[in-house]
């Protein structure tokens, strides 16, 4: 059974950081590109950064770059996104998600294969 478990999100004032983690289970973690989106209420869930299987090459929205930066370590079954400079608009639930491919990055949700139950960040102004 794979799971996908984020942790790491909580209430912080703009400018400030986090970290998210997602920790990997039941499946091969390094046959897999991993993936984080976010969700904010009433809209739809949107692409934030991407990490290949052997963290080799990586991808960014727009909004985050040079912001956020997405890492794995393979030994441990983990993706991190490091959130800094956060900012009232990056409020969503933030997801992780497993493609199963280790060739190119996708930006399209539909593309990967699971999912985590995500966790809420508030960057409060």
Same mark, same amino acid.
């Given at each position: 059974?794979?799971?996908?478990?984020? +942790?790491?999100? @909580?209430? %912080?004032?703009?400018?400030?950081?986090?970290?998210? !983690?997602?920790?990997?289970?039941?499946?091969? $973690?390094?046959?897999?590109?991993? @993936?984080?989106? /976010?969700?904010?209420?009433?809209?739809?869930?949107? $692409?934030?950064?991407?990490?290949?299987?052997?963290?080799? !090459? #990586?991808?960014?929205?727009? !909004? %985050?770059?040079?912001? $956020? #930066?997405? !890492?794995?370590?393979?030994?441990?079954?983990? %993706?991190?996104?490091?959130?800094?400079?956060?900012?009232? &608009?990056?409020?969503?639930?933030? =997801?992780?998600?497993? &493609? /199963?491919?280790?060739?190119?990055?996708?930006?399209?949700? +539909?593309?990967?294969? =699971?999912? @985590?139950?995500?966790?809420?960040?508030? %960057? +409060? +102004?």
């Amino acid at each position: 059974q794979v799971q996908l478990v984020e +942790s790491g999100g @909580g209430l %912080v004032q703009a400018g400030a950081s986090l970290r998210l !983690s997602c920790a990997a289970s039941g499946l091969p $973690f390094s046959n897999y590109n991993m @993936g984080w989106f /976010r969700q904010a209420p009433g809209k739809e869930r949107e $692409f934030v950064a991407a990490v290949k299987w052997n963290g080799g !090459s #990586t991808a960014y929205a727009d !909004s %985050v770059k040079g912001r $956020f #930066t997405i !890492s794995r370590d393979n030994a441990k079954n983990t %993706v991190y996104l490091q959130m800094n400079s956060l900012k009232p &608009e990056d409020t969503a639930v933030y =997801y992780c998600a497993a &493609e /199963r491919s280790i060739v190119v990055l996708r930006r399209d949700p +539909s593309r990967y294969d =699971y999912w @985590g139950q995500g966790t809420q960040v508030t %960057v +409060s +102004s």
